[in-house]
């Protein structure tokens, strides 16, 4: 999940947290509040009606044929006061809640109920008040409430998401910049425009870094191209020579072999040399990516020039090409080469009447997969492991091969970004298979 | 023919001279730039084999002086693997061909015969050998009148081969004229003898060809009896 994801989700959630314990709360508050408003109304009253008595006579109270008792409501059934005779010596003063049916309504009420004796006779006074009305205010505030807190927090999270969204953004331009290369080399250092510290910090730390692996790696290729470069002048002289005896015309057959065999052991440190020098060479980027030509062409020319030599040891190529796209900006020999060291390697790696398959096919990412498969002699966990470094699959090689080859291959993909793996089962075969942009 | 080798290596300079020399060429050598640049003004040469990693010129200044004094000087340029600009660049002042170190002799003298044909338009005769003719300019063969199929790659190697006549190539010389230098960790001593089985073939349905040769241990050879 986003970081900007994360935080909008945390604050939205801590949000409705908060509403949902007001929400909670809010009704229990209100109705408390609400009773003690009403029960201060009730006693106010009730002291009215008693100065009233005291000022009066409890006479006007009490209706004369029912039986002395008075009750009066309002017209709106809001309110009441009832005065009546109580048994002597009852004593009661409490205000509590009272379900009355009035004109087949039922209504809660808060009363006041009060003994008070007069002339020696006890009487209650009941003061009530209608909570309906009370309540329904209640619940449009709590109504009120819940739009207001639902407009905030709607408000709140677009305003902070654009916020987190704007402030993380640099953070997302420094991953991006991770994420889109596949070496130092390709790091593109210029810094990134931000007014948060930590980000400023970040950006500038981790540039300072590949500053510094660039600077080694850069290092490493000057020294592997000095030493290469120095190394052809005395082989390019040991080659004329012993050349140059051989043209001569040497008499003695078995000099003449001891010859050439020094020639081929020269050939072997030349390409050696050569193979350094080419994988310098790339890791430098001398090389162009200007071609473009259908995946198609570049394949067939290698099977055209394989043909003789698989026909040669009976060996079977194979072909499935199934995506013929064009392959675009990228250095037409070197992906030649790519390939063709890949095939040749499963040339060398496969017996007589074995097979070899070359195969294209577009992934549901619409990438272009091309495979290469033998049915050869395998490679165990680690010579797999070993296959695309420098010297590491010697004994995989027999004959003319450096050992090289492959890592040469693996250094021509970075180049183009092509993703390159190796499946191997010693005795089942090998795959290489090229994942394309 | 005259050749200046420009050489600072002095053994390499050495080892081509010689060579040049049994090839009947007329041979002077210079080690420096200085003592190039001497020379050029005041002999006319044919061919300058400049080296462009000289320590104290810069070669491609070489050709354009040299260019200035004698128009008709052609240019090999030698240098070390790698320096792509140069070439080109040498290429422009006008040289006629590039090899990269370390170099095959018999390489060097084809493309020195070959850019001496361009220049003295020497037409390319037809090649005799027993009952097959190559003809060159055509780029076919034919046995008794009637054309023989090679691929592209086997006629290349069959006319490297004539053009050397009498001289043993071997393998990786062969390989190395017809596949270049790209595929340098792949060379494959397999690849010429399948060419090379497949080529006798070819020819032997037509009629014998005894005037190729295999040389054991060493490589092959066309033999034209003309040495």
Known sequence: MRLKVKLALFNLLSKLAVAALLLLFMPLITERLNLRQIDNELVEKREEIISMISRVGIEPFLEPEADSSFGSYNILKEEFISLEYAAPGTEINQINVVRRLIDDEIIDYRVLSYSLTIDGKTYILEVGKSLARVRQTGRNIINIVVLFLVIVIVVTFVSDYQFTRLTLKPLYRITAKLENISSPDNFDSTRINTSTYDFRELDSSITGLMERIKGSFEKEREITYNISHELMTPLSVLRSRLENILLSGVKDPETEIKITESLKTLQRLQSLVNSLLLIARIESRQFLKEDSFPVNEILDQIMEEIKPLAEDRKIEIESSLKDNRTLERVNRSLIFSMLYNVVNNSLKNTGEGGKIRIETMSDSQNRLILTISDNGKGMDREQVSNLFMRFRNRNRNSGDGTGIGMAITKTIADFHNIQISAESEPGRGTKIIFIFF | ?227
């Open chain 2, 1 to 227: 023919m005259n050749v200046l080798i420009v050489e600072d290596e002095k053994s390499l300079a050495k080892e081509i001279s010689s060579f040049l020399t049994r090839e009947n060429f007329l041979v002077e050598v210079a080690h420096t730039g200085r003592e190039a640049s001497e020379k050029i003004a005041v002999n006319l040469y044919d061919f300058v084999l400049l080296d462009l990693g000289l320590p104290d010129y810069n070669g491609l200044d070489l050709i354009k002086e040299a260019k200035k004094v004698n128009p008709e000087a052609s240019f090999i340029i030698i240098t070390a693997r790698g320096a792509v600009e140069d070439k080109v660049k040498g290429l422009d002042l006008g040289a006629d061909d590039y090899l990269a170190k370390p170099f095959a002799l018999v390489e060097l003298l084809s493309r020195i015969n070959a850019v001496a044909r361009r220049k003295f338009k020497v037409p390319d005769n037809d090649i005799q050998l027993g009952e097959f003719t190559v003809k060159i300019n055509s780029r076919r063969l034919f046995c008794k009148g009637a054309g023989v199929d090679l691929t592209k790659k086997e006629f290349d190697l069959l006319l490297y081969l004539v053009l050397n006549h009498d001289k043993v190539l071997t393998r990786q010389q062969l390989y190395e004229h017809i596949w270049g230098n790209i595929l340098d960790d792949q060379y494959d001593s397999n690849f010429i003898d399948v060419h090379i089985k497949n080529l006798r073939k070819k020819l032997n349905a037509h009629a014998p060809s005894p005037w190729l040769e295999t040389v054991r241990g060493v490589g092959y050879r066309v033999t034209t009896g003309e040495n």
